[in-house]
């Protein structure tokens, strides 16, 4: 996501920005913006600052404004479905009341005074953006599309409950790691999760114990060392995962295992520690 001031008659380049298909872009036409296209108003300011949403990196201006600040949203993180941002793309969005005028208030304020953010305050208010920047869009929508933001939001969340299924054997899975996958703040992924029963870290132990007592338990895995299975399963040091399976299960691994009828791995005589 990135924010930045236009300046007129400058060649809008950008180094390492996102491809085209990969983000919206969102401009801002301040209220004292003077009409630029032919045949309008002969120079006279407009009424009220205007928001126009594309999704390339062009240098086409809004119709008969001259924008003077730019948003972009990585697409995947826009809880909005494309389908419905393409019915608002190139249409004026106004900024005079309502989630628009919030919106558009928000990132005037936001851009100038961005040097003096913490990476850490400014990592928090992309989600304030995010929501924002849906909130606009949905009020431009027929009345039957407002919870479809929220469809947005859901379907990214199924996305990467699958990314950590198909990896909770890389011991580098980490919420952080989650986020730079998807593209997304660590602030933005656990605002995600927050109405589930897990985090996004708690999510990841749970999946990754889950995984090891299935293979504890199985015949498959009857001789195999304890701690061989919570490499496999993500777990970089043995007595962590040692730790960790006693305090969800209220037993250890092997305890685990020889309630289950197996050997305990190496003829029943390795410990768990």
Do not use: N
């Not at 870290?201 to 299975?229: F, K, M, N, Q, W």
Request: glycine residues 10%; charged residues 20%.
């Amino acid at each position: 996501m990135r924010i930045w001031h236009l300046v007129p008659g400058a060649t809008d380049a950008h180094p390492a920005r996102l491809t085209e298909q990969d983000c919206y872009r969102l401009l801002l036409a301040p209220a004292d913006a003077a009409p630029v296209a032919a045949g309008t108003s002969g120079g006279e300011p407009v009424d009220a600052p205007e928001l126009y949403l594309t999704d390339d990196h062009g240098a086409e201006q809004p119709p008969g404004r001259s924008p003077t600040l730019a948003l972009e949203i990585p697409r995947r993180i826009a809880p909005i479905p494309p389908e419905h941002a393409a019915r608002l793309l190139k249409r004026p969005l106004g900024a005079r009341e309502g989630a628009g005028a919030l919106l558009a208030q928000f990132l005037t304020g936001l851009v100038t005074r961005a040097q003096h953010l913490r990476p850490w305050v400014a990592a928090r208010l992309e989600s304030v953006i995010v929501d924002l920047f849906a909130a606009t869009l949905v009020g431009h929508l027929d009345t039957g599309h407002a919870t479809h933001p929220i469809a947005g939001s859901r379907d990214l969340t199924r996305r990467i409950r699958t990314h950590i299924q198909q990896h909770l054997g890389d011991p580098g899975l980490t919420p952080r790691s989650v986020a730079a996958h998807h593209h997304i703040s660590v602030s933005y992924l656990h605002r995600l999760f927050q109405c589930e029963d897990l985090s996004v870290a708690a999510r990841i132990r749970h999946e990754r114990l889950e995984a090891a007592r299935g293979d504890l338990v199985g015949s498959a895995d009857r001789a195999t060392p304890v701690h061989v299975i919570a490499e496999r399963w993500g777990f970089a040091y043995h007595s962590s995962f040692v730790r960790a399976f006693q305090a969800a299960y209220g037993m250890s691994p092997r305890a685990c295992r020889l309630d289950q009828g197996g050997t305990g791995g190496s003829g029943g005589t390795e410990p768990d520690r």
